[in-house]
């Protein structure tokens, strides 16, 4: 993996790297085993550092998630059944967290309700909230995605789903809406995005209706942008 790191040549804005296999829709709990190991994940973090390219890691599971935590990357990718000690030291080494909780929630819909793929769904589900939960008092700086394009996870709406599970996982409606803009922007290097500030591009999502009906009423959404960068009285309107 390292040696094909340094032989990247072209332009890209991140690494990828696979250390786990799926969830199993059979068997509730079901962990798979690391792709690669401490030292494997490490040589090849340590080579896309040296070309600055920031490395999220789809992994689940106690150890994928540790192992790739200790290698130094920058965020984790789904995270199911990581576990309390992983999620502390993912808050300990500022690894951002993308839960995609919405996944399990979109194929328990999608199987018949009695089977035991969505009935494992279902038990897949909650115990990703509660780590979402645990995740929020322990700190964890989380981003919101979704896994789109996934078993009914539709581009778009499968935004407004994953803030729904954020809420029931005990996030404030400010929290939910920071997940979703500046922490995700701030993970993928786009540092001028995000936040409502002086000098950062001026693109917003605009809502009708009161802040207590989100997300249900981001169905209303209006999408605005702006080549221009927001002024100082800009940002403070």
Request: hydrophobic letters at 35%; proline letters at 3%; charged letters at 25%.
């Amino acid at each position: 993996m390292k040696n094909t790191i340094n032989k990247i040549t072209n332009n890209i804005d991140q690494i990828k790297i696979v250390n786990s296999g799926l969830n199993s829709l059979l068997k509730f709990g079901k962990e798979t085993p690391y792709q690669f190991d401490a030292a494997e994940m490490r040589n090849a973090v340590i080579a896309a550092k040296s070309k600055k390219y920031p490395v999220m890691v789809h992994a689940n599971g106690k150890e994928p998630v540790r192992i790739s935590i200790e290698s130094g990357i920058d965020s984790i990718e789904h995270g199911f059944f990581m576990g309390k000690d992983n999620l502390q030291k993912m808050a300990e080494n500022k690894v951002t967290w993308v839960p995609t909780a919405y996944t399990m929630k979109a194929i328990s819909q999608y199987f018949p309700y009695s089977s035991t793929k969505s009935q494992t769904a279902r038990k897949n589900l909650n115990h990703q909230i509660k780590q979402l939960a645990l995740a929020r008092d322990t700190g964890v700086n989380v981003a919101v995605g979704t896994d789109a394009g996934s078993i009914g996870v539709h581009h778009g709406s499968s935004v407004a789903e994953e803030f729904k599970l954020f809420k029931s996982a005990g996030y404030k409606t400010e929290e939910i809406i920071k997940c979703g803009t500046y922490n995700g922007a701030k993970l993928l290097g786009l540092e001028d995005k995000g936040l409502i500030k002086k000098d950062f591009s001026a693109s917003f999502i605009a809502v009708k209706g009161d802040i207590c009906l989100f997300p249900e009423n981001m169905r209303n959404s209006i999408f605005f942008h702006n080549d221009h960068f927001l002024s100082k009285t800009d940002a403070d309107s």
